[in-house]
């Protein structure tokens, strides 16, 4: 059983920086792929950014040199670096694991706030 837990939203004021941090359990982590989505109400989820077993990264159009997705292989844990928030940023935040089967997991969702 995987289970994810996410930590580290809360409201900033625009320009501000929130570091958004995801911790998996189970034996998957380190041959899995990790992730960050995001939704706000009345539209789909939507891809933030990726990171592969191998440390490769993908981020959206709207997020490349705002943010920055790392992983710790030896803490199962993966987090996401966002400097110079902007209000269109608000959103519920999910990590996001795909194992090395294609099996996806979600963790519960954190709120994140911009204020402008």
């Known amino acids: 059983q995987v289970q994810l837990v996410e930590s580290g939203g809360g409201l900033v004021q625009a320009g501000g920086s929130l570091r958004l941090s995801c911790a998996a359990s189970?034996?998957?982590?380190?041959?899995?792929?990790m992730g960050w989505y995001r939704q706000v109400p009345g539209k789909q989820r939507e891809l933030v950014a990726t990171?592969?077993?191998?440390?490769?990264?993908n981020y959206a159009d709207s997020v490349k040199g705002r943010f920055t997705i790392s992983r710790d292989n030896v803490k199962n844990t993966v987090y996401l670096q966002m400097n110079s928030l902007e209000p269109e940023d608000t959103a519920v935040y999910y990590c996001?694991?795909?194992?090395?089967?294609?099996?996806?997991?979600w963790g519960q969702g954190t709120q994140v706030t911009v204020s402008s």
């Open positions: 189970g034996s998957i982590f380190s041959r899995s792929t």
């Open positions: 990171v592969t077993d191998s440390g490769r990264t």
């Open positions: 996001y694991l795909r194992s090395s089967l294609n099996f996806n997991y």
